[in-house]
C-alpha cells in the first residue's frame, strides 16, 4: 500500500491510497482539473483512481465529487446521513467495503456534522484517517489502532487558537468535542499508536490562522519522542502541496530522527 495526502485543510481535502492493484480517494474537496494536476506531481493520472470514498458532506470534503463524476464516472462511497445528495452509495459503518484492491471500513467520529473515519487494509497493511473530528474516543481509538500509517487531524495549537483572531463563538466551536482536533490531541492518540506499531503519522487538516506545520509536527514529534517513540515519522500535509508517497509498513526510522525543516519560505523539506 502506498498513500498521498494530496491537499489538506479547510480550503480542500483529498488523499489517495493504493494497493497493488489499483487506487481510491478519500474525499474529493478540490475540482477535478486541480486533483489532475495534485496527481500528476507525484507521477499518477485520474486512470489511477478506482473510487471515491467521503467522511462527510462538509464541502472542503466533497466540492471536487460532481466534476469528478461528470468528467470520470467515477463510484462515490459513503456512509449514512453523507452522500445521499452527491448520489454517493451508502455504507453501513463497520460494513467492509471491496474497492480497487482495499477492504475500507467506516467508523463514526464526533464531529458538527455526520462525519466517519476510514479503516483501510490490503490484507497485509493497515492505513486509518480520521480528519474533522473533535475528540479521540475510545470507540475511535480503538478503530485506529494496529494501523501502519495514520493520517490524523491536528488543527490547531490550543493556545493560537486561544489568542487568535477568531470570535469567542467560533473558538468554542473549534475546541468542542465536535470540532476539530487540537495538536496535544493528536498528540496523545499517536502515543496510544505508536506503541501499537504506528510507522508513519501525517498530521493534517491544519489550520493557517491557528497552527503551522512546524508547530504541529514540533508538538507531536517532541511527545513521541519523549515517550521513546522517536522512530515515528512525522509529516504535516498542507494546502496544495501532496505528501511524498509513503510506503505503508516502511519499518520504523533510527531512534532520534529529527525531522528537518526547510529554511526560509520552504515550510519543510521533502523527501
Ligand atoms: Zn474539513
Ligand atoms: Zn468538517
Request: with cysteine; net charge negative.
Given at each position: 500500500?502506498?498513500?498521498?495526502?494530496?491537499?489538506?485543510?479547510?480550503?480542500?481535502n483529498?488523499?489517495?491510497?493504493?494497493?497493488?492493484?489499483?487506487?481510491?480517494?478519500?474525499d474529493?474537496?478540490?475540482?477535478c482539473?486541480?486533483?489532475?494536476g495534485?496527481?500528476?506531481?507525484?507521477?499518477?493520472?485520474?486512470?489511477?483512481?478506482?473510487?471515491?470514498?467521503?467522511?462527510?458532506?462538509?464541502?472542503?470534503h466533497t466540492?471536487?465529487?460532481?466534476?469528478?463524476?461528470?468528467?470520470?464516472n467515477?463510484p462515490v462511497?459513503?456512509?449514512?446521513?453523507?452522500?445521499?445528495k452527491?448520489?454517493?452509495?451508502?455504507?453501513?459503518?463497520?460494513d467492509?467495503?471491496?474497492?480497487?484492491?482495499?477492504?475500507?471500513?467506516?467508523?463514526?467520529?464526533p464531529?458538527?456534522?455526520?462525519?466517519?473515519?476510514?479503516?483501510?487494509?490490503?490484507?497485509?497493511?493497515c492505513?486509518?484517517?480520521?480528519?474533522?473530528?473533535?475528540?479521540?474516543?475510545?470507540?475511535?481509538?480503538?478503530w485506529?489502532?494496529?494501523a501502519?500509517?495514520?493520517?490524523?487531524?491536528?488543527?490547531?495549537?490550543?493556545?493560537w487558537?486561544?489568542?487568535?483572531?477568531y470570535?469567542?463563538?467560533?473558538?468554542?466551536?473549534i475546541?468542542?468535542?465536535?470540532?476539530?482536533?487540537?495538536n496535544?490531541?493528536?498528540?496523545?492518540?499517536?502515543?496510544?499508536?505508536?506503541?501499537?506499531?504506528?510507522?508513519?503519522?501525517?498530521?493534517?487538516?491544519l489550520?493557517?490562522?491557528n497552527?503551522?506545520?512546524?508547530?504541529?509536527?514540533?508538538?507531536?514529534?517532541?511527545?513521541?519522542?519523549?515517550?521513546?517513540?522517536?522512530?515515528?515519522?512525522?509529516r504535516a500535509?498542507?494546502?496544495?502541496?501532496?505528501?511524498?508517497?509513503?510506503?505503508?509498513g516502511?519499518?520504523?526510522?533510527?531512534?532520534?530522527?529529527?525531522y528537518?525543516?526547510?529554511?526560509?519560505?520552504?515550510?519543510?523539506?521533502?523527501?
Open positions: 500500500m502506498r498513500l498521498s495526502v494530496l491537499s489538506s485543510g479547510s480550503s480542500g483529498v488523499t489517495y491510497i493504493a494497493s497493488n492493484t489499483g487506487g481510491i480517494l478519500v474529493a474537496g478540490l475540482s482539473r486541480r486533483i489532475r495534485l496527481l500528476a506531481r507525484i507521477g499518477l493520472s485520474l486512470d489511477d483512481v478506482g473510487a471515491v470514498l467521503l467522511t462527510h458532506a462538509h464541502s472542503d466540492s471536487g465529487v460532481p466534476s469528478l463524476v461528470r468528467e470520470r467515477l462511497f459513503a456512509a449514512p446521513g453523507v452522500g445521499e452527491l448520489n454517493a452509495v451508502t455504507v453501513a459503518p463497520g467492509p467495503l471491496q474497492v480497487s484492491g482495499l477492504e475500507a471500513r467506516f467508523f463514526p467520529v464531529h458538527d456534522a455526520e462525519t466517519y473515519g476510514l479503516r483501510l487494509t490490503d490484507g497485509e497493511r492505513v486509518v484517517v480520521a480528519t474533522d473530528l473533535g475528540e479521540v474516543t475510545p470507540e475511535v481509538l480503538r485506529m489502532r494496529g501502519d500509517v495514520a493520517v490524523l487531524e491536528a488543527n490547531h495549537d490550543i493556545e487558537l486561544r489568542r487568535g483572531p470570535s469567542a463563538d467560533l473558538k468554542r466551536r475546541s468542542s468535542p465536535n470540532g476539530h482536533l487540537s496535544h490531541q493528536a498528540a496523545e492518540a499517536a502515543l496510544d499508536l505508536a506503541s501499537r506499531g504506528l510507522k508513519d503519522l501525517v498530521l493534517a487538516h489550520s493557517r490562522t497552527n503551522s506545520p512546524a508547530r504541529a509536527c514540533g508538538t507531536v514529534s517532541r511527545a513521541l519522542r519523549e515517550a521513546g517513540h522517536g522512530g515515528v515519522r512525522v500535509a498542507i494546502h496544495g502541496h501532496p505528501t511524498p508517497n509513503i510506503e505503508v516502511e519499518p520504523l526510522a533510527e531512534p532520534g530522527y529529527v528537518g525543516y526547510g529554511g526560509g519560505q520552504q515550510l519543510f523539506e521533502v523527501e
